[in-house]
């Protein structure tokens, strides 16, 4: 079983809808998530950070964390054409300062 | 303030030759990350520091490879004998550590060994 675990995709939505990104965690100990965009041949670039149960609004995106079922999902509102990326799921791992990447969701908004 | 810094962008260089990669996290973070991605993969971990101590070089791949921080700036990763599996993106990021966990990552160093 892999530590962090995300669906790798394509997931196609329409411009305009609700994108859905999910990942699961083995650690149940984690307590820092993340959320990465990564376009074709450029670096991660954090989207937004969780930390406690329940959900966290930033603009578009609102990222929801359930530590008892161990699962972090990132939804995009009104996906746009230029939110086609991967996005990865990260977890920071107890008592540590490293963290586990997932291998990402590839995500296609169609125009 | 400015972000990560890497240099080289890019580094082609030959089969059995020494690199160097460099890393200039952000002013103040004292939490210092080396990835590396291969074509069409995820983020593999090879080593972090807390300042200039190095608690987890658990991702390093082999011996060929080793890194070092000055202080709670610049750091290098070293790639010794460079094999053509070692051809991946090399990623920096950094973090202030004890009060936020928020990586930021650079720009990368692709390199590509022929």
């Known amino acids: 079983q892999k530590e962090v675990e995300q669906n790798s995709g394509p997931l196609s939505v329409p411009e305009g809808a609700i994108a859905s990104l999910n990942c699961t965690y083995s650690?149940?100990?984690?307590?820092?998530f993340f959320w990465y965009r990564q376009y074709s041949g450029k670096s991660p670039e954090l989207i937004m950070s969780?930390?406690?149960?329940g959900d966290k609004e930033d603009g578009r995106f609102t990222a929801q964390l359930n530590k008892a079922s161990q699962y972090v999902s990132l939804l995009i509102r009104d996906s746009q054409p230029s939110d086609s990326a991967t996005y990865l799921c990260?977890?920071?791992?107890?008592?540590?300062?490293?963290?586990?990447f997932g291998t990402g969701t590839r995500l296609k908004v169609l125009a | 303030g400015a972000g990560v810094s890497q240099s080289p962008s890019n580094k082609v260089t030959e089969k059995g030759k020494d690199v160097e990669l460099r890393c200039d996290p952000i002013?103040?973070?004292?939490?210092l990350y080396w990835y590396r991605q291969r074509l069409g993969q995820g983020l593999e971990f090879l080593i972090y520091?807390?300042?200039?101590?190095?608690?987890?070089k658990s991702g390093l791949p082999s011996d060929r490879f080793s890194a070092e921080r000055t202080g709670e700036s610049v750091s290098t990763l070293t790639i010794q004998r460079t094999q053509q599996e070692d051809s991946a993106v090399y990623l920096c990021?950094?973090?202030?550590?004890?009060?936020?966990?928020?990586?930021?990552f650079g720009p990368g160093t692709r390199l590509t060994v022929t």
């Open positions: 520091f807390q300042g200039n101590s190095a608690p987890d």
């Open positions: 002013s103040g973070h004292t939490a």
């Open positions: 650690d149940r100990g984690s307590q820092s």
């Open positions: 969780i930390y406690s149960n």
């Open positions: 990260a977890v920071r791992r107890t008592g540590t300062y490293k963290y586990i």
């Open positions: 990021a950094s973090s202030l550590g004890t009060l936020t966990y928020e990586q930021y």
